[in-house]
């Protein structure tokens, strides 16, 4: 009996969730399984499209082009985000704090596509950072953008900031108390952080590279603009299913591998973070 109400009060969630996801979800999946036939998909239980998925080099190279890509950007975003956490977890004076997070969570702001371009300008041939060396009689002899390093870029622009707060949201977390304890039982600064605060942290570092992973992975948008269709990545793979080719069977095949890769990051992540005990 105690369970009744308990249910009533999960049902809209439930419903919603059902409606919204399972049903789409279950529909891809057994569009997955028919086949294209001229310009009609036709239905059917067939493994054709995953068994294309492997014997066409094109597709796998386009999955190992998008994890590799995703995993540089979280990376690169790591690097550049715990610093700026740690700084305004520590450094910045709690007054200033919520200002400061105020000033970091600002590219949030603006348009996703208006980023993109934006970054576009900036990295272009003839852009801001390559004409004005090239004003200045520099030739750097590289290029920014219309490659895997113009999405990398404008990739790490946005995550920085988002892993920035999470990795701050457990640093704000760890008390002060166990940092002056680390320091009378004769721990150093660095001591105190690679023994205390880093593991203590880590939560905010796997979550926040966990949502920068499943953002970057199926993210479309930038490297359409910023990697100007010079490598084929899983969701371009996928839009040129249905584009150009108007096979949607293989589109959901496509679609379902991508969700299964993101499902094996999330199993990995929740993994850890129960092993470890947060």
Not at 15 to 25: D, E, G, M
Not at 40 to 65: D, R
Not at 104 to 122: K, N, Q
Not at 171 to 182: H, N
């Amino acid at each position: 009996m105690r369970r009744r109400p308990g249910l009533a009060l999960a049902a809209p969630a439930l419903v919603w969730t059902a409606l919204f996801f399972v049903t789409p979800l279950g529909v891809m999946a057994v569009s997955s399984l028919g086949q294209k036939l001229g310009m009609q998909a036709l239905p059917g239980w067939t493994l054709a499209n995953y068994a294309k998925f492997l014997e066409k080099p094109y597709f796998y190279q386009a999955l190992l082009n998008s994890l590799e890509v995703t995993v540089l950007t979280t990376v690169l975003s790591l690097l550049l985000a715990y610093p700026l956490a740690w700084i305004l977890a520590y450094r910045v004076p709690q007054r200033w704090q919520r200002a400061a997070l105020l000033l970091a969570i600002l590219p949030f702001w603006t348009s996703y596509l208006v980023r993109s371009y934006s970054w576009l300008l900036v990295l272009a041939p003839n852009g801001v950072v390559l004409g004005t060396l090239r004003s200045l009689g520099i030739d750097p002899g590289i290029q920014l953008a219309s490659n895997r390093t113009g999405t990398v870029i404008g990739f790490v622009h946005f995550f920085t900031m988002l892993l920035t707060l999470t990795i701050y949201a457990s640093l704000v977390q760890i008390p002060a108390s166990y940092l002056r304890a680390a320091a009378d039982l004769g721990a150093s600064a660095w001591q105190a952080f690679w023994r205390v605060t880093l593991p203590l942290s880590l939560p905010g570092v796997v979550v926040g590279a966990f949502l920068t992973f499943v953002l970057a992975i199926g993210d479309y948008i930038t490297p359409q603009i910023l990697g100007g269709n010079r490598e084929l990545l899983m969701p371009q793979a996928i839009m040129l299913q249905v584009g150009r080719q108007a096979d949607f069977p293989m589109a959901a095949a496509l679609s379902l591998i991508l969700m299964l890769v993101v499902g094996l990051a999330y199993v990995v992540c929740a993994r850890w973070l129960r092993l470890s005990g947060s």
